[in-house]
C-alpha cells in the first residue's frame, strides 16, 4: 500500500495568513492526489484534484502543487470557513489511501 | 444537483453483517461516466477506502477488508450498497458513500451514518 503522510499534524493560524500544508507519498503517484476538507460532524469537501486543478466552486485562495512524491496545499489568506481538518489521498493506485490529516487551527 | 443518502441500521451485533445503502438522486447510478465508492471513519480518525463499484457490477476493494466486503448496485432503485460480514468493535465508524470523477477522485459525499458495532 502507498502511505500517505501529513506534515504538520496541527497548524495553529490567524485570519489573514498564508499556510501550506505537506504530503508526501511513500513511492510516486505521478499527479494522482486529491485535497479534502472536512468539518466536525460533516462529510468532506472536495477541494483539488489531479494535485492542481481546483474543483468548481472552491475559492481560488485554495490551491494545490507537486508530483511524485511530494505535494502541497496552500490557503493563500486564510478565512474563518477554513478552519478545518485537510486530507490528501492518493487515487494512482489500489488500495487509495489517505494522509493522517492536518487540523488547521485557530491561534 | 446530484445527491447521496446513506441509510441503514446505526447498531450491527458482534459477527453479523452490516449493511448500508446509498440512494442516488439527481443522477443515475447507471451512468457509465462514474463509479460509486464506499470510504469509513473511526470516531476521532481518519478516512478509509472501503470499495468501488461500476454500474456493471465490476468492483475494486480493499485487500484489508476484501474477504469481508460486498459491494453491489441495483439499478432499478437507483442505489449501491455495501455488506461488510463478521464485524467487530473496529469496525465501527461512520460510513460515507461517494460519487468518483472519471479521475477517480471523490467529488460528491453523502452525509454519512453512524455504525455502532455492540451487542
Known amino acids: 500500500d502507498i502511505q500517505m503522510t501529513q506534515s504538520p499534524s496541527t497548524l495553529s493560524a490567524s485570519v489573514g495568513d498564508r499556510v501550506t500544508i505537506t504530503c508526501r507519498a511513500s513511492?510516486?503517484?505521478?499527479?494522482?492526489l486529491a485535497w479534502y476538507q472536512q468539518k466536525p460532524g460533516k462529510a468532506p469537501k472536495f477541494l483539488i484534484y489531479?494535485?492542481?486543478s481546483l474543483e468548481s466552486g472552491v475559492p481560488s485562495r485554495f490551491s494545490g502543487s507537486g508530483s511524485g512524491t511530494e505535494f502541497t496545499l496552500t490557503i493563500s489568506s486564510l478565512q474563518p470557513d477554513d478552519f478545518a481538518t485537510y486530507y490528501c489521498q492518493q487515487y494512482n493506485s489500489f488500495p487509495y489511501t489517505f494522509g493522517q490529516g492536518t487540523k488547521l487551527e485557530i491561534k | 444537483q446530484l445527491q447521496l443518502q446513506e441509510s441503514g441500521p446505526g447498531l450491527v451485533k458482534p459477527s453479523e453483517t452490516l449493511s448500508l445503502t446509498c440512494t442516488v438522486s439527481g443522477g443515475s447510478v447507471s451512468t457509465s461516466t462514474y463509479y460509486w465508492g464506499w470510504i469509513r471513519q473511526p470516531p476521532g480518525k481518519g478516512l478509509e477506502w472501503i470499495g468501488n463499484?461500476?454500474?456493471?457490477?465490476?468492483?475494486y476493494y480493499n485487500p484489508s477488508l476484501k474477504s469481508r466486503v460486498t459491494i453491489s448496485v441495483d439499478m432499478s432503485k437507483n442505489q449501491f450498497s455495501l455488506k461488510l460480514s463478521s464485524v467487530t468493535a473496529a469496525d465501527r465508524a461512520v460510513y460515507y458513500c461517494?460519487?468518483?470523477?472519471?479521475?477517480?477522485?471523490?467529488?460528491?459525499w453523502g452525509q454519512g451514518t453512524m455504525v455502532t458495532v455492540s451487542s
Open positions: 463499484v461500476y454500474y456493471s457490477g465490476s468492483t
Open positions: 461517494a460519487r468518483l470523477r472519471t479521475d477517480d477522485s471523490f467529488d460528491i
Open positions: 513511492q510516486s503517484i505521478g499527479t494522482w
Open positions: 489531479k494535485a492542481s
